[in-house]
């Protein structure tokens, strides 16, 4: 499974990092996912590892503020996430497919519950 941690009310501007813990299986090969869902909204894709590369995408609306990584050792995905705005209140989740050089919302295997981002004043 996988356990994402670090949501929190912060103020506009304000920062957090986001962690996917991975538990039972090793994140080696699998492509990791950032991915939110927003009230009354459709869930999206934030960011994407790929297993193939490491190298990592960003949807538009994280680009220059979100930053993912991934340590190897703790077998543990981050989200850093910096001048936030009001409008990336949502539910985070991270997602984890195998060998995959996309995240695909459709064709990810794992799937944590989510943390809860609130940016407000």
């Known amino acids: 499974q996988l356990v994402e941690s670090g949501g929190d009310l912060v103020q506009p501007g304000g920062s957090v990092r986001l962690s996917c813990a991975a538990d039972?299986?090793?994140?080696?090969?699998?492509?990791i996912g950032w991915f939110r869902q927003a009230p009354g909204k459709e869930r999206e894709a934030i960011s994407c590892?790929?297993?193939?590369?490491?190298?990592?995408d960003y949807a538009d609306t994280a680009k220059g503020r979100f930053t993912m990584s991934r340590d190897y050792a703790k077998n543990t995905a981050y989200l850093q996430m910096n001048n936030l705005k009001p409008e990336d209140t949502a539910v985070y989740y991270c997602?984890?497919?195998?060998?995959?050089?996309?995240?695909?919302?459709?064709?990810?295997?794992?799937w944590g519950k989510g943390t809860a981002v609130t940016v407000s004043s």
């Open positions: 039972g299986f090793s994140l080696d090969y699998y492509a």
């Open positions: 997602a984890a497919a195998w060998y995959k050089s996309q995240c695909p919302q459709h064709g990810m295997n794992y």
């Open positions: 590892l790929s297993s193939h590369t490491g190298s990592i």
